[in-house]
């Protein structure tokens, strides 16, 4: 954990999170965020990243909160995948181009195939 003078009594978290969650958290908590811009283009890819992986867990986790959880933590990982196509400079339509290929490939998931083992 990254420790100094000013910044001693904070807890230190390094997550990566939306645009205007300092200004919501100052409003509804009275609270300030300490924030750095991740300039490096590799440092905010990983980020990205991390962050997929946590709102990935919690979508694993809203499936016992209901459909409206669900829905939350989708538009989430919506909004992490829109972000990373764009700084890596994807087309979307190549990205549904592949999968529609992977689809005609291998399938889909709406058989529910689950897989015990192999002989």
């Not at 509804?28 to 283009?41: M, N």
């Amino acid at each position: 954990m990254v420790k100094n003078q000013e910044y001693s009594n904070i807890g230190i978290y390094e997550r990566l999170i939306r645009d205007k969650i300092p200004e919501i958290t100052m409003k509804s908590e009275g609270k300030t965020i300490i924030t750095k811009i991740l300039a490096a283009e590799d440092k905010f890819i990983f980020y990205l990243f991390k962050k997929v992986k946590e709102e990935a867990e919690e979508l694993i986790e809203s499936q016992d909160k209901g459909s409206d959880d669900t829905k939350k933590e989708l538009a989430d990982l919506f909004e992490l995948l829109d972000t990373i196509i764009e700084v890596k400079g994807f087309n979307r339509n190549d990205i549904v181009n592949i999968q529609m290929e992977k689809r005609e490939k291998s399938g889909g998931f709406k058989k529910r195939l689950l897989m015990i083992g192999k002989t």
